[in-house]
Every structure is written in structure tokens, then in C-alpha cells.
């Protein structure tokens, strides 16, 4: 009974947290839409070159680390310009994939980065920024019976970027900082469980129109 008190409150905190971060970005997005000339809203792709962390096999099992593959990433961002300063909300669905000498490691995801940028000169400007990401499914090659730790997880975005008029190009990187473990388990169930460090660490190239 004291089990089940402190875990309902806990996941209506997680879910309260995720549906006003949500609200969050989707205000800011609106008010860029409606801004001053340097601002507004557009859309933006592009390619993921991602990792996740160690896999372990099985209890006791050495780690084995992961190879980089590419995936791929789309969505809208709204940029608020102040000066030469500027605040950007995104929001992003991504998928991205590790390869573990031939097991592959798939994540679904919703990304939502809330940035501060700067133009330095010209068309360059740099940004930096925390990284809000919502887990939305995990797949493990041949494997059907899965749990993630953590669904909701923060990481942070940096990054630099060049502007011609409407169109824009940037290259970024992210890490993951909460911790979180996605746990396998085979269909017949020997072996014992399988783990991944699921948090990302990537390098993120995107194109962007401003509408």
C-alpha cells in the first residue's frame, strides 16, 4: 500500500512535467510566429550521427560500446530575436540508432531544446541550451519484450549555425544527462536481462526554412 501511494504522485509529477513543457514550447513558438521581422517560425530536418551508451549482455558481462549510425530528425522551431540575442524553442521528432557488433538499437523520440543564441558575424551565430526529451518507443534487433527507465529525460543542445535569409544550416551537439538504462529480455528468457545506457550523445546537422 505505501508502494503504491508514492508511485501514483510520482508519475502524475512526470506527466504534469511533461504536459507543461509541451505547453511551454508551443506558447513560445506561437509568439515567435507573431514578432518582429527577425523573428518567427519555420521548419528544419536533417541527420543524426548518434551513439547511446554501453550495452551489457547480461549480469556480470563486460560492456561492449556501441558503433555510431545515422539517423534522422524533423520539426519546428520559433525564433524570439532580442538585439543580437535570440531564444529558440524547438520541437523535434527523432530517431536514432546504435550498432552493437551487429545488434541494432533503435529510439524514437520527442526532442524539445529551449535555446539561447547569438549572432557573432555576419550569417555565424553560436547557441547552447538544456535539451528536453520525451522517449516515445525503443527497439532492440530481435529482441520484443522491453522497458525503459526513464521517459522523460533532459539533456543540453550546443551548437553553431549560418543564416542566408530564410534558409539556415547548423551543426550541433547533444548529450544526454539523466541517466536512464533500457532493459531486454529475450522471448524464451535465458541469459537474464539485457541493458543499454540509453541516454544520447550525438552530432546533429540540420537544415532549416524560416516561414
Do not use: C, W
Not at 525564433?79 to 536514432?96: H, V
Not at 526529451?133 to 534487433?141: A, G, K, P, S
Not at 522497458?147 to 549560418?162: P, R, V
Amino acid at each position: 500500500m505505501t508502494m503504491v501511494s508514492f508511485l501514483i504522485p510520482s508519475r502524475i509529477k512526470n506527466e504534469n512535467m511533461k504536459k507543461t513543457l509541451l505547453t511551454a514550447v508551443f506558447a513560445l513558438l506561437s509568439i515567435t510566429a507573431f514578432s518582429q521581422k527577425k523573428s518567427g517560425i519555420g521548419i528544419k530536418g536533417g541527420l543524426n550521427y548518434s551513439a547511446n551508451g554501453d550495452y551489457f549482455e547480461s549480469i556480470g558481462d563486460a560492456a561492449r560500446e556501441p558503433d555510431r549510425n545515422v539517423g534522422y530528425h524533423l520539426g519546428l522551431f520559433g525564433q524570439l530575436a532580442i538585439s543580437r540575442l535570440y531564444i529558440r524553442p524547438e520541437l523535434i521528432y527523432s530517431k536514432t540508432k546504435s550498432d552493437y557488433q551487429g545488434d541494432k538499437f533503435d529510439i524514437s523520440k520527442i526532442d524539445a531544446p529551449i535555446l539561447l543564441g547569438a549572432r557573432i558575424i555576419g550569417p555565424l551565430h553560436l547557441f547552447a541550451g538544456p535539451a528536453f526529451q520525451y522517449i516515445l518507443d525503443t527497439e532492440f534487433e530481435g529482441i520484443t519484450i522491453d522497458s525503459i527507465e526513464n521517459d522523460f529525460t533532459i539533456g543540453a543542445n550546443i551548437g553553431a549555425g549560418l543564416d542566408f535569409g530564410r534558409f539556415g544550416v547548423d551543426i550541433r551537439y547533444e548529450r544526454g544527462f539523466t541517466e536512464n538504462e533500457a532493459t531486454f529480455v529475450s522471448t524464451n528468457g535465458l541469459g537474464g536481462p539485457s541493458r543499454i545506457d540509453a541516454r544520447p550523445d550525438q552530432l546533429i546537422v540540420s537544415l532549416s526554412l524560416k516561414l
